[in-house]
């Protein structure tokens, strides 16, 4: 049977939804909630039906789309689709043995990965899937095999024969360091294309501070010409079809800002593998808000990269760094972006603690490849030169640069309740207080640290400044800030 | 801010969803995905925000809502209302302590399903705490809590000092007692309101099959009314107050088909604690394909239903049964419910089975009144005497009696393979055969049995029938008849 194109002119996220008259539902008896097969051409998609009950909402003959399946399958108004039913796909059952604590093979991993990357799961399916990998966990053989299915489904990239990445795993307010190696890296003659998820429980991704600067949402094509230009690229993942179930799975781990271990390897790797990665750093900062709380816990992440990179054909060098307190001034996307400019600018208020640990980084990386000598003096020379700053200019230029972007409108400040030294500097409420306030969607949305751990500080001295765009939000972070000790000061 | 609703006539399940133009989601520094609480007069509600990009989907100063949010605000096209933006509710929190592992006390069960019951939690959020709980399991103390959240977030009926009430947990086939228990036990002058659930895992839940019957969405009102009359109903939980988290929670356990013990405990007896049950009767069947396996695991749950009883103030009384293969001929709602107006016809063709499976939980029941001498005679008495058919008539009549259904447009017969003795039917392979065939949507589809376990069957005689209105589904069937054998035959 075949139906006229409605653009709904709406934008809604998960699976797509399709929507057909009453009338029509009942002619093929079609009930709401039932997957439907869309085929324009050439492209197929799958939907999950609802149905209107009025002719004016939708009148019969016609099929209500909206913009993401309207993209996906390349149709307009007005053009003609036909659709089929279909049944649940056979994914749905692997999940459901995954939650019953069945480990699965390559085989099941692949079908349920395909079916998030083709849409064909609903946000429902695919939240028992995260919910099951993290309660029953994936094996060393299942986080290799989700790995690789994570990038068989996905597109592969090459950019030669010695390709240099970085990551950071997470968990420390403001840890911006990613932006200042790869400019030193790529200065130097290599080539480090990187590509970054957004935020999933911190108030920033690289993605999303690199975003207040250049234009991070490029395709395949443009990616592949910035980093024939520059050596170098900092981009949002997502973007391009590299791993693409990763930002769909994120999607639903984002509501509960769940983390999982295995679903993380995975996520990294694939990533590093599908830009065709030689030599990768990983920087997995220790504190007792981060993922890894103890040196144990630290050695077994270094352990499981080192496996997976063994297993994927990847030198991975793991270092695990003091992820006890924020690191620069900024928390949030153009807090941050600020903060990295400074350091690369060299300008005497940048936050020394992001320059020095961003040299130890770079040293590490350029030391990994075995191809420079003195390389921790030689990653300073970079930074300190301007070399480095000069290859962010170009990288910037080379993505699109961004309009300079306005401080946030709303502000406050919070001070020392007394006078004493400042012996911690918790990073999960800098984190809860920066995401209340509305990080990362607002991207001016954020914390600006006047002090840190070991400054004595006096009584009505500022401690921080809390920023947002919406005074509704920036009103909702002073229960958090009341509520919580953000600063421990004896 | 005020806005003007725009009915959008269409229906959608889940949280609500409210459509805002882009620019004035803008203009109030709202993004999509954001709650907001839209307050009409005098009810207000949480929605998910999504956002149109113009102005003929949605104008600006309208907002869309959807039927579900127009009826739970009692607004309509054209009436004002306020909204506002709020974060997320403590209870995601809760949620997400229990992914973790944390057991739950009370208050924070409360908080959970006070907010499902109020549409305050998204799919995905509802999703990880079904997932939670049932990888994680619950401890007594979180059964009897997540039991007393359930029943205190709902309305709660009372029927008299004695009220009777019987359940089945399910995974036979076609065993369709309730639906003669509750006329029989009413036909002798016991009140013995009946709330049950739609099917989850099977092809026909009692609500779905009494409703080719008679209509079974009532509310609280008419209920009252129909016990008055009748003594007896047979009629939908989720249409009156009561646990009404029920059923938003069983929507979500649907698309993976999860059966979780903890909730399954919790929402049988938070239904009978809504109506006031003092004696309960709950059926155990065992088999290979129910939930109890093994005596053990019948024991177990008997165990548990007790502890609850106890807990509760209600008498249980909790038998195991023979759960391995279906009972009666038909599997569907309207092929099952023929089954049980032919045992109380008394037609000589009526599955006997039933009919005796019926007496002795009738029987059990009248028994732990302690009110009924001869509990087994009496039941069987009202039975074959056309009492408890008189009884039923004038249920369906109370209720609201349907027109009477046709069989399904297609079918197809299914025969043995070989002559033999069939030592097998399997309950798992039949309810998915039903499930794909349509059921519980399609009330016609399923299967009719012509043979069962013990009988000898000769190559080429037919050995069930499939039933389907959409001629799709009806297909998709054979893929599963061919693949999985249903019947065994020696």
């Known amino acids: ?6 653009d709904m ?31 324009g051409h050439p492209r197929e998609l799958t939907c999950i039906l609802d149905v209107a009950k009025s002719h004016k909402a939708m009148p019969c003959g016609e099929i209500g789309l909206f913009e993401e399946a309207l993209a996906a399958l390349k149709l307009k108004q007005g053009d003609a689709v036909t659709i089929r039913f279909t049944g649940k796909p ?69 950019f030669g024969k010695m390709v240099l990445d970085k990551h950071c795993i997470g968990g420390v307010a403001g840890n911006r360091t990613t932006m200042l190696v790869i400019p030193i890296i790529a200065s130097l003659g290599f080539t480090i294309p990187k590509t970054s998820s957004r935020a999933i429980t911190s108030p920033a991704g690289t993605a999303d501070t690199m975003e207040c600067l250049a ?16 050596g170098a690229c900092m981009v949002h993942g997502g973007a391009m079809s590299l791993a693409p179930a990763d930002d769909k799975i994120i999607d639903v781990e984002h509501p509960l800002s769940i983390d999982a271990e295995g679903q993380l390897l995975a996520s990294v790797m694939a990533k590093k593998y599908s830009v065709g990665s030689t030599h990768v750093l990983i920087d997995i900062p220790m504190g007792k808000s981060t993922k890894a709380k103890t040196p144990k816990e630290a050695a077994h992440l270094k352990e499981m990269f080192e496996m997976l990179g063994k297993h994927l054909g990847m030198k991975v060098k793991v270092i695990a760094s003091d992820g006890s307190h924020p690191i620069g001034y900024g928390i949030g996307p153009l807090l941050e972006a600020l903060d990295v400019m400074a350091v690369l600018e060299n300008k005497l208020d940048a936050p020394q603690e992001l320059k020095e640990k961003a040299i130890e980084m770079a040293g590490t990386l350029l030391e990994l490849t075995g191809k420079v000598k003195n390389p921790m003096q030689v990653a300073r020379h970079s930074l300190e030169s301007g070399q480095a700053l000069k290859k962010m200019n170009e990288i910037i230029d080379a993505q699109g640069r961004q309009k300079p972007m306005q401080k946030a409108k709303f502000h406050y400040q919070v001070f020392a309740p007394k006078s004493g030294k400042i012996i911690e ?53 002073k229960v958090v800030t009341k509520e919580t000790n953000a600063y421990t000061i004896k």
């Open 1 to 6: 049977m075949k139906f006229t194109v409605r």
């Open 90 to 158: 056979a994914s749905v059952e692997f999940i459901r043995e995954k939650l019953l604590g069945t480990p699965l093979p390559y085989r099941k991993f692949f079908e349920i990965i395909n079916d998030i990357t083709h849409d064909r799961l609903t946000d429902i399916e695919k939240t028992y899937f995260v919910a099951a990998c993290y309660t029953h966990g994936l094996s060393n053989k299942e986080i290799i095999d989700l790995t690789k299915a994570m990038v068989n489904t996905g597109d592969k990239l090459n």
């Open 9 to 39: 002119d709406i934008a809604t996220g998960g699976i797509h939804i399709a929507i057909l008259n009453e009338h029509d539902a009942k002619l093929l008896d079609l009930h709401m909630g039932d997957r439907i097969i869309i085929k």
């Open 425 to 477: 500097v918790d990073n999960e409420t800098i984190a809860k207080i920066a995401r209340v306030a509305g990080c990362p969607t607002d991207k001016a949305a954020g914390l600006y640290l006047h002090k840190n751990v070991g400054s004595k500080v006096t009584k009505g001295e500022p401690l921080y400044t809390v920023y947002s765009q919406n005074k509704l939000k920036l009103d909702l972070t």
């Open 215 to 230: 234009n991070v949402e490029l395709n395949e094509k443009q990616i592949k010409a910035v980093v024939k230009k520059t």
